[in-house]
T-cell receptor, first 112, second 115 residues
């Protein structure tokens, strides 16, 4: 069955530490891939997206993500986390001509 | 440009009551979506409009949920009668077109609590 998984429900990191949030998908073809962030009481904001080409994509707020076809993964990374990065992060996939499917989300907490 | 607007931001009702949510997408965006986001889960698509026509409502519980986008601009989502399990955040999103490359822009959502 087609699915998007985010194995980590909740991650806690210290401010200044590096971050990696995992996303895996199960689709017959390579979908378009997105990462969104949702701060408390807010809608979702696009961090970055991958359609084709260079497998390392840069996004806003210092985030980047790497697409690995062999692992069906699209992990989100940030070298140094800021307290303002505390939020919920969603991976989403789109197959051509179909609608978005969102993962369950990973909640990020940042320790001072 | 102005973002996606939604109202109300919060709503508390009792089960079996009715409720309506309103969404005004970004100007010029032909595609509009309503999502349901239950606490601790990712958004789940309820319905997609292209202009004023429904493209996908396969996951909309049509016995109690309805939605319309009469003039191809703003949209309303209604629940009648509400159940406890309808407690969630209802997100509206819009895109310039439905092409897969196009970004979705989300509104702040309406948090519904059904008692």
């Amino acid at each position: 069955a087609q699915s998007v998984t985010q194995p980590d429900i909740h991650i806690t990191v210290s401010e200044g530490a590096s971050l990696e949030l995992r996303c895996n998908y199960s689709y017959g073809a390579t979908p378009y891939l997105f990462w969104y962030v949702q701060s408390p009481g807010q809608g979702l904001q696009l961090l970055l997206k991958y359609f084709s080409g260079d497998t390392l994509v840069q996004g806003i707020k210092g985030f980047e993500a790497e697409f690995k076809r062999s692992q069906s993964s699209f992990n989100l990374r940030k070298p140094s986390v800021h307290w303002s990065d505390a939020a919920e992060y969603f991976c989403a996939v789109v197959l051509y001509g179909q609608n978005f499917v969102f993962g369950p989300g990973t909640r990020l907490s940042v320790l001072p | 440009e102005a973002g996606v607007a939604q109202s109300p931001r919060y709503k508390i009702i009792e089960k079996r009551q009715s409720v309506a949510f309103w969404c005004n997408p970004i100007s010029g965006h032909a595609t509009l979506y309503w999502y349901q986001q239950i606490l601790g889960q990712g958004p789940k698509l309820l319905i997609q409009f292209q202009n004023n026509g429904v493209v996908d409502d396969s996951q909309l519980p049509k016995d109690r949920f309805s939605a319309e986008r009469l003039k191809g601009v703003d949209s309303t989502l209604k629940i009648q009668p509400a159940k406890l399990e309808d407690s969630a955040v209802y997100l509206c999103a819009s895109r310039r077109t439905s092409g897969s490359h196009n970004e979705q822009f989300f509104g702040p959502g309406t948090r519904l609590t059904v008692l």
